[in-house]
């Protein structure tokens, strides 16, 4: 009898991938979930690093991701790409930002990977569109919702989520405090919420 191995997944991304392997991150809470649950035999591979943008991904992308010849690929990454251009002026403009992101996702699917793709959630909670790169992070998300439309690739609009969750749990309007601890990287809320978006975009692919 044939014992079927577990599909690899590699989560790529940026210091919240990094966390997401530690206790109570998204990546662990998925784990924890398959071994409590039973279900689909899933490897989970973190491979963030805090501070990424998409053309450092592009930079290490064969030795983090298509050396280890995963299954699934998924592709989280965007955050700094905004943030940076305000914190920092080192951000990613959206012409580069889709001629990297395209040229992982061409690489992998000609591996044979399946890929998924995700929005960048939130940089600041406010629901009325008041936190100040709300405008680049609507932008970005939609770049990448018609990258995974063009390369039929799977998508978590981690954007959206967001968006619909603050809207309903922060009557106040706070800037963190909700999903995330400092406006970006989450809280146990948060990791749990993309735990549940990242297993429906991983049953869904």
């Known amino acids: 009898m044939q014992i079927q191995k577990p599909l690899m997944v590699i989560?790529?991304?940026?210091?919240?991938?990094?966390a997401g392997v530690k206790p109570g991150g998204y990546i662990t809470l998925m784990q924890e979930k398959i071994k409590k649950d039973g279900g689909p035999s899933y490897e989970l591979i973190g491979a963030g690093i805090g501070g990424n943008k998409v053309y450092d991904l592009y930079l290490r992308f064969q030795e983090d991701v298509l050396d280890?010849?995963?299954?699934?690929?998924?592709?989280?990454?965007?955050?700094?790409d905004v943030w940076h251009k305000q914190s920092s002026q080192t951000g990613t403009d959206p012409d580069k930002f889709v001629a990297f992101y395209t040229a992982m996702?061409?690489?992998?699917?000609?591996?044979?990977?399946?890929?998924?793709?995700?929005?960048?959630a939130v940089i600041g909670e406010r629901t009325d569109f008041s936190n100040s790169l709300d405008g680049d992070l609507n932008r970005y998300s939609q770049m990448i919702r018609d990258l995974a439309s063009k390369y039929g690739c799977g998508l978590v609009d981690l954007r959206k989520a967001f968006l619909e969750y603050n809207r309903v749990n922060n009557p106040d309007n706070k800037?963190?405090?909700?999903l995330t601890t400092d406006r970006v990287h989450l809280n146990p809320k948060g990791n749990q919420l993309l735990a549940d978006l990242m297993f429906k975009g991983l049953s869904t692919k």
């Open 11 to 18: 989560f790529f991304g940026d210091s919240i991938t990094n």
């Open 68 to 80: 280890k010849k995963p299954d699934v690929v998924v592709i989280y990454i965007g955050v700094n």
């Open 105 to 120: 996702i061409k690489k992998l699917q000609a591996s044979g990977i399946q890929v998924i793709v995700c929005t960048p």
């Open 175 to 178: 800037e963190s405090g909700i």
